[in-house]
């Protein structure tokens, strides 16, 4: 299981990377393990703010469909557009090339509430 020490995570099993005030979010090596073969990302939020725990977007796998969830508050500001024609990048490489979207951060003391990797490992009985 490959659960980078560098980023934060969420219950919800999404993965942020901060840079700045841009955040970086996909979903775990474990989720997309969970969910199996994931054949559509859905994120129709491009350019709207989205509040943190509200619903982002949808990824689709063969047997599923699961809700995305923001970590943090904050504007959609890009969508991996290649995750369109090859949405199997996020089952490939969770981490780097799968990634979903961008966004600047709007409150980043919620970024205190993220989990570290040792806490989410924790939480999924790592």
Do not use: C, R
């Not at 996909?26 to 939020?45: C, N, R, S």
């Not at 063969?62 to 508050?73: A, G, H, I, N, Q």
Request: hydrophobic letters at 35%.
């Amino acid at each position: 299981m490959n659960i980078p020490s560098d980023l934060k995570y969420t219950k919800d099993h999404e993965w942020v990377k901060i840079e700045g005030d841009t955040a970086i979010v996909g979903i775990t090596d474990f989720a997309q393990g969970e969910l199996g073969d994931i054949v559509y990302v859905d994120v129709d939020t491009l350019d709207d703010t989205v509040e943190k725990d509200e619903v982002f977007g949808s990824v689709e796998a063969v047997k599923t469909v699961s809700d995305l969830f923001m970590p943090l508050s904050g504007e959609v500001i890009e969508f991996n557009e290649e995750l369109e024609d090859e949405p199997e990048l996020v089952n490939k490489d969770p981490y780097g090339k799968g990634w979903m979207i961008k966004l600047t951060i709007s409150d980043d003391s919620q970024i205190a509430d993220l989990l570290d990797a040792q806490t989410y490992q924790d939480l999924i009985g790592g």
